[in-house]
Every structure is written in C-alpha cells, then in structure tokens.
C-alpha cells in the first residue's frame, strides 16, 4: 500500500514539482552521486578505496526525441571512456528508453551496440536494467542479441516479483551468462507479478540458487539482510566459488552492509547514479522504504 501510494504522488506535477526543486537539498543527494561525470568518477575513486566496485548509471529514461536519445548514447561513450581513463573499478548500467526504445526499438539497439562495443574495446561491462513489464519482452530481446554480439561484455536485469522470471532465467542460460538478480521497483498489476512481498522473497531466493545451479555468473541485488543470510548458508552449503557471484546494493542504502561483505572476502559492488535526471529514480527509492520517506521528512524539518 505504502509503495502504491508513493508511486502514485511521485506522478502529481505539484509533489514533482516541489521535489524536484528542494530534493538535492533534502535527501537526494544521499542516492545520487553528483551531476557530473568527474564528480561520479571522484566518488567512484572512493568506494573503491573502500574495498567495493562500482556499477555507474546515468539517470534518465524514456527520452522524448532522437536528439535526445543519442545525447544519452554519447553520454555512456563517454563514461566508459572515464572509466578506463581513470582507472577505477567499475562498470556501467543503463536503462533502453534512455537509448530511444519507447520512441524506435532499431534506434535503440543501435545505440546499445554502440555502447557494449565501446565497453568490449576498454574491456568494460554493460548491465541493461530492466524496466516495468511492457519492456520486458522487447529488453530480453535486445539484450539477448547484444549478448550474440558481444558475449562477456553485457549483462541484463531479472525481476523477482514478476511470475515469468524463472522461465526467462532458463532459457536465457545456455550456455550460462551474467544476470542480476533484484525484487523489482515498479507499480505492476497482480496479472504479471506476485502482489506478497514474502512470495516475491521466496521467488527472488529460488532465482539465485538457480541461476547459480545453471552455472551463470550471478550479482545478488538486495539489501534484505535476511535474504542475505538464507543466501549466505545455501552459498556456504552448496560450496560455490565466491568468483562466480557478488552482492550489488545501492548508492545511500545499507553501505556499511556492503562494506562488511567485502571485508569478508566476498565481490561487492554499489550502484551509483549521477545526473540532472533524478527524479523518477528518487521516487522509486522512496517507495521501495518508508525509512527512506523518513529521512526525506526530517530534512525538511531540520530545513
């Protein structure tokens, strides 16, 4: 209910009109890394420091032209770059409406292949996110000739939440590929997707015991510390080399988490966005955690 609710205020001019004036101020910056490619590769450069990688992510989604969409396009050519200019560890994520897909799905793919051949050339990695359920089919479809192209240099996104996951994640996994596993942050109708947060928790469980029985390389995208442990004692029982998984949370949630993970011994990663384009992504933040709502209320109190 409260997701529902906040989800739906996140779609009212007035409360994105607010936000989006005093949000930076009072709290999005906690989630968001600067508005600047050297500002994200100078955070990059720290958390690295601290034993974690980074997935780095533009914000934005659908574009409205295809100006804009290949200014988005051009914007990961040049975060790449940034990345294998600077050296620090860290790949990229990037969402298809941000490549045109709502506006032209050939558009789209061109900007994508564009991108993982930038990222095979400076031996990158791209992870394609996944987006609400209209774009799934047509992203498993993109990625999955991306993934033809250019094997070992792109990764996409699987939903917990959704009833279709595990039979994506089995016939995407032959031969055995690179997937992210996370519950899913979208507003989605109970036709496609579980409506109890426990199925979608025992869902997303059952999903990364079998991507990792299928032999995929597997980044576990939760900050559930009780998903955690279950998946923790089935990775300590199963004997599974800590070089075929790693955790991934996000930038502003549970750090010290992720931290600990890593001076454990395990592959750690955080995904850090940046960008003027922040809103949707806040928003969804919020309604994924009340405390996070919290944090967004005291601020403008303190303020």
């Not at 739906?8 to 930076?24: A, C, D, I, S, T």
């Not at 996070?292 to 303020?303: E, I, P, Q, T």
């Amino acid at each position: 209910m409260f997701r529902e609710v906040v989800l739906g205020l996140g779609g009212n001019p007035v409360v994105e009109g607010m936000v989006k004036r005093y949000g930076m101020q009072l709290g999005a910056a906690r989630f968001v890394a600067g508005s600047t490619l050297p500002e994200a590769i100078e955070r990059i450069r720290e958390i690295n420091g601290r034993g974690v990688m980074v997935t780095l992510d533009h914000l934005g989604e659908s574009v409205r032209s295809e100006a804009e969409a290949m200014d988005a396009k051009n914007s990961y050519l040049a975060m790449l770059d940034g990345i294998h200019q600077s050296g620090v560890n860290a790949n990229v994520s990037l969402k298809l409406t941000m490549m045109g897909l709502a506006l032209n799905e050939d558009l789209a793919q061109r900007n994508l292949d564009e991108i993982v051949t930038r990222a095979e050339e400076t031996g990158n990695f791209v992870r394609i996110d996944m987006e609400d359920s209209p774009y799934t089919d047509v992203t498993l479809r993109l990625y999955d000739e991306a993934y033809q192209a250019h094997p070992g240099h792109v990764g996409v996104v699987l939903q917990a939440y959704l009833y279709r996951t595990m039979d994506d994640l089995r016939r995407l996994s032959n031969p055995p590929r690179n997937f992210r596993i996370v519950k899913g942050a979208y507003m989605e109708p109970v036709s496609v997707a579980f409506p109890s947060k426990a199925d979608v928790d025992e869902n997303y469980l059952q999903l990364v015991q079998e991507s990792l029985k299928l032999g995929n390389y597997t980044a576990i995208g939760t900050h559930d510390e009780q998903l955690i442990g279950r998946i923790l004692k089935f990775l300590h029982e199963e004997n599974i080399e800590r070089d075929r998984f790693e955790f991934q949370m996000l930038y502003g949630v549970k750090f010290s988490l992720l931290e600990s993970l890593a001076r454990e011994g395990y592959r750690t990663r955080v995904y850090v966005p940046y960008g003027e384009d922040w809103y949707a992504y806040y928003v969804r933040r919020i309604a994924e955690r009340p405390a996070n709502l919290l944090f967004f209320a005291r601020a403008l109190v303190d303020r």
